[in-house]
């Protein structure tokens, strides 16, 4: 069984271009340098142990350091386990979302005020007030969006997403109206997902978990439930026009993507416009991907994860006809949250990828090529469980901390 173990890690190893645990790894200091080929980043050794990644690079990429030193200031906290946050367009205030149930208003440099009108949510384990957005016509119309985990009755609950004005004097959320409900409710208090990213044509992308449950899990598959999906809505919550699934029998027109597992972070590539999504595995298999329309992402029939008992997932494959890979995995796994793709230029990280890691209390920062991951840095590993990142209108990053409370406004130092 240990050799095996090592076998299967010499085989990761190898798949990542023959490098050995000792192999120099090369300074890179900028976008413009040619990816360094070394070591991928120290991270132990992978749960599943007979996993072979489908393409060099799909896991353990060469560790790339940007030599940029964090200068790290907290602007605010004691918000019970901040969630999700959105920049205000007009000031660049920022809205912070507490799950136990309360939005935040957070200008840097004042104390923070709460802002009034958020509906009860069940706050039960995973489940709260979660994701929060800025509509496109925030300027004229100041309506903001929000997803929570909503009490569906009997001890069940589901995803749901709401809109809302904002008060001229941002205290109170007016006119709040539930536009869409992830069905079927499940008697279950985890895995909600919940990212809002917005495509370039005003629709939004909501993703949605399979409420952790084997039984539900299985859904991720059935196309006539909400459960482990990316959805794709027009701003009213109605299915967006081009939803692959629409007029199809036994089939939610809301679906975009299927066979996810908990997707809570998202973003658009800006380079593309493409939405990319990072997914919580099981022990193993956080995986990156770039859903595109009826394609499905496998879980719980491919994975490369195993049960958090030891026992695998499945058949314990990584791979079927007609299902997507990963362009990424982590085993042992970060616990994502959310992601941006950075596009500021206070860091010299333009086009990168920075991921919230619950799990491992880091900034994973990806180097990009095309729809390919070539470099891996872990940043900032000191200040607690990192659930959000938004990138600031002058290019700092703002930073929630789950256990901490905290938003932290990130910048270089000079
Ligand atoms: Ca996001």
Redesign the pocket.
């Known amino acids: 069984m240990r050799l095996l173990a090592l076998l299967g890690f010499a085989g990761l190893l190898a798949a990542c271009g023959g490098a050995t645990p000792n192999s120099a790894v090369e300074q890179r200091p900028g976008n413009n340098a040619s990816p360094a080929r070394g070591a991928a980043v120290a991270q132990g050794e992978p749960s599943k142990t007979d996993a072979v990644p489908a393409f060099p690079e799909q896991n353990r990429a060469p560790e790339s350091k940007s030599g940029v030193t964090l200068e790290v200031e907290t602007i605010a906290d004691g918000i019970d386990n901040p969630w999700g946050s959105a920049i205000l367009p007009d000031d660049g205030a920022i809205l912070v979302t507490s799950k136990a149930g309360k939005l935040w208003l957070v200008a840097p440099g004042k104390p923070k005020t709460e802002v009034t009108g958020v509906p009860r949510v069940d706050a039960r384990d995973q489940g709260g007030l979660l994701d929060v957005s800025v509509g496109p016509d925030f300027m004229t119309a100041r309506t903001v969006y929000f997803s929570f985990s909503e009490d569906r009755g009997g001890g069940k609950s589901g995803t749901s997403l709401a809109k809302a004005r904002l008060s001229a004097d941002r205290s109170k959320l007016e006119n709040v109206s539930t536009i869409f409900r992830q069905v079927p409710a499940w008697a279950s208090t985890a895995h909600y997902g919940s990212?809002i990213?917005w495509d370039s044509s005003g629709n939004i992308y909501l993703t949605l978990g399979e409420r952790y449950e084997p039984e539900s899990r299985q859904l991720a598959q059935d196309l006539d439930a909400h459960i482990g999906k990316v959805v794709k809505l027009k701003p009213d919550g109605s299915p967006a026009d081009d939803n692959p699934f629409i007029g199809r029998a036994n089939s939610k027109p809301e679906i975009w993507s299927y066979g996810h597992r908990n997707v809570q972070?998202?973003?658009i590539n800006p380079a593309t416009g493409k939405l990319w999504t990072i997914e919580h595995g099981p022990r193993g298999g956080d995986e990156i991907n770039i859903p595109e329309a009826g394609k499905n992402y496998g879980w719980p029939l491919i994975t490369y994860g195993i049960d958090y008992p030891g026992t695998p997932i499945g058949e314990g494959v990584t791979a079927q006809e007609g299902m997507e890979q990963p362009i990424y995995y982590w085993d042992p796994v970060i616990a994502p949250g959310?992601?941006?793709f950075y596009t500021g230029n206070l860091f010299p990280w333009n086009g990168d990828l920075i991921i919230a890691a619950l799990g491992t209390t880091q900034l994973v920062r990806l180097d990009i090529e095309g729809d390919r991951v070539i470099g891996e840095e872990r940043l900032m590993s000191d200040q607690g469980r990192i659930r959000d990142i938004t990138q600031a209108p002058d290019g700092a990053l703002y930073v929630l901390v789950d256990d901490g409370g905290k938003v932290l406004r990130v910048t270089p130092r000079s």
Do not use: L, V, W
């Open positions: 990212n990213e972070g998202a973003a959310d992601m941006i």
